[in-house]
């Protein structure tokens, strides 16, 4: 069914992992929330299938923790590229650098770059509600 959605046979068996990891009590919602960051991105990365891209949107989106930054993120780092006027996109490292200044906010001020990054389509849907800025930006790396 998984693959009828368009998944991968290996995304379809990631998320299989974790629904049972889920169902069985490896893994809680409960457990996520009290870890810390760094915690709950190891037992996430604990599923084949889940790297730190894939755990650090998770605990953004599902659990809205404040002040994680997803260095490897493409677009993230082009949004750094652009708004510091930089020569180069900034490798991950760099990303990590410079986002210590933006502790304990990092994922605002990451979701504020990606916005800021979007194509201005103001005039074409000014009568519509703005979308809220999105954690989401394109992977490099996850495995």
């Known amino acids: 069914m998984l693959n009828e959605?368009?998944?991968s046979r290996q995304?379809?068996?990631?998320?299989?992992?974790?629904?049972e990891r889920f169902r069985d009590g490896r893994l809680s919602e409960l457990e996520l929330r009290a870890l810390s960051d760094d915690d709950a991105i190891g037992r996430l990365t604990e599923v084949k299938g889940v790297g730190p891209w894939t755990a650090k949107g998770a605990l953004l989106i599902a659990h809205r923790r404040p002040d994680l930054v997803r260095t490897d993120d493409v677009a993230l780092r082009?949004?750094?590229q652009v708004q510091y006027d930089l020569d180069h996109p900034p490798a991950p490292d760099?990303?990590?650098?410079?986002?210590?200044?933006w502790a304990p906010h990092r994922s605002l001020a990451s979701s504020l770059l990606?916005?800021?990054a979007r194509p201005d389509t103001s005039a074409?849907?000014?009568?519509?509600?703005?979308?809220p800025?999105?954690?989401?930006?394109t992977k490099d790396g996850d495995r």
């Open 5 to 7: 959605l368009g998944l």
């Open 11 to 19: 995304k379809a068996g990631t998320v299989r992992e974790l629904a």
């Open 78 to 80: 082009r949004a750094i």
């Open 94 to 101: 760099e990303v990590a650098d410079l986002a210590r200044r």
């Open 114 to 116: 990606l916005a800021a």
């Open 124 to 131: 074409a849907t000014s009568d519509l509600e703005p979308e």
């Open 133 to 137: 800025p999105q954690f989401c930006g």
